[in-house]
């Protein structure tokens, strides 16, 4: 099995032991991303809108170093440490994907890196 990192230089390099992507078996698995602003290395302020603007920044630019849009996600999965945040997220996820819309499953988690409210991952087609 031949597997391929993909990194943004655009984002901060992770802080452990994973790549922001790989690239196997046809597939590209991105790595979980939570509101972290590359600048500070700090989740930004304002709560689940800025945070999950934040993360789509994020995936975006993983996605532009793969050559991959959007467009190529197949599922997607999305960590909330609180479910009365799910509206307020899926507002912001429903600006960036048409129909026919990724898979998703939507995850309570008791708590997520750097304190974030949110974080998603993605699986896209190579």
């Known amino acids: 099995m031949i597997k391929t990192a ?7 390099p992770p802080v ?11 597939f590209l698995y991105l790595s979980g991303q ?22 789509f920044l994020n995936i975006s630019a993983v996605l532009k170093a793969a050559g991959k849009s959007f467009n190529d996600v ?9 479910m009365s945040d ?4 899926n507002s912001i996820y429903a ?16 708590a997520l890196p750097l304190g974030a409210c949110v974080e998603i991952d993605l699986v896209v087609k190579a």
């Open 95 to 110: 600006k960036h994907f048409s129909l026919p819309f990724p898979a998703r499953t939507t995850i309570a988690v008791a």
């Open 16 to 26: 452990g032991p994973f790549s922001q992507a790989i690239e196997v078996g046809g």
């Open 86 to 89: 799910f509206a307020a997220m």
């Open 6 to 12: 993909i990194t943004s230089p655009e984002l901060s």
């Open 34 to 55: 939570v509101g972290q602003d590359p600048a500070t290395g700090k989740v930004v302020e304002g709560g689940i809108v800025a945070e999950t603007e934040r993360v």
């Open 74 to 82: 197949a599922r997607a999965g999305v960590y909330l440490t609180s």
